[in-house]
């Protein structure tokens, strides 16, 4: 199955999801993880209309997408990595939605960043739903307070909320959760589901879902 084959595969499959849920499948959006592929392999997914991509690298994403760019102005990317703060300047320029606001420190740096740019990304808090020691994410039990701080103190819009559940554990505990902290909290976007799993983050309220290998293949 080549990459084209794969999106148009992946596009049925959320749609049917979608509306096996009783939901709009206009409500959830696909975001194309890109990651490791060059320029050669996401053109044709460009090509078939594909215009939301996500990047976990920013050094990564500035060496492809400003060309790209050039031939498609509608691109929306999206970074789905950890950001250091030496990249969160970059990161403001190049993306448009940031989905991994995952400390105090990045939430203050984008917000100084994002006003001396006058540039706005869409911003998703990443929640660590597993608690898992070794991965990125604010804990279950400190998003109400991350929230408050990225609002009150920062001044930071927050359109949603992102998780990586563990790999080794059942997802759906992890998609249900987040959905309850999103509603908790007051916001409507939802980042949840990757290849393996995306037609059950679906099913629970994913309103993106980040697929690459289910397009792209296998990554090297
Ligand atoms: C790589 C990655 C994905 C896509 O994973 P696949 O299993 O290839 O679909 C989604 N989200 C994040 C945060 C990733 O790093």
């Given at each position: 199955m080549n990459a084209v084959e794969g999106l148009r595969e992946v596009e049925m499959l959320m749609a049917r999801a979608a509306r096996d849920a009783g939901?709009?499948?206009?409500?959830v959006d696909l975001v194309c993880?890109?990651?490791?592929?060059?320029a050669a392999a996401i053109l044709p997914v460009l090509a078939a209309g594909c215009r939301v991509f996500g990047e976990n690298r920013v050094q990564e994403a500035a060496g492809k997408w400003p060309a790209l760019r050039t031939s498609y102005s509608d691109i929306q990317l999206h970074l789905i990595g950890p950001l250091q703060s030496n990249k969160v300047s970059d990161a403001v320029r190049l993306f448009?939605?940031?989905?991994t606001v995952d400390r105090e420190k990045i939430a203050r740096a984008l917000a100084d960043e994002m006003a001396r740019q006058n540039k706005f990304p869409r911003l998703f808090v990443q929640v660590n739903t597993g608690a898992e020691p070794q991965k990125a994410g604010i804990l279950p039990d400190e998003v109400k307070g991350f929230m408050q701080f990225c609002r009150e103190t920062c001044g930071l819009t927050i359109a949603g909320l992102m998780c990586i559940p563990p790999?080794?554990?059942?997802a759906s505990p992890h998609f249900a959760l987040l959905a309850r902290l999103a509603s908790e909290v007051g916001v409507s976007g939802l980042s949840m589901g990757m290849s393996h799993d995306f037609a059950l983050a679906i099913t629970l309220g994913a309103t993106q879902v980040r697929v690459g290998s289910a397009i792209f293949g296998a990554r090297g």
């Open positions: 939901r709009d499948p206009a409500d993880v890109s990651k490791t592929h060059d448009d939605v940031i989905e790999a080794d554990e059942q």
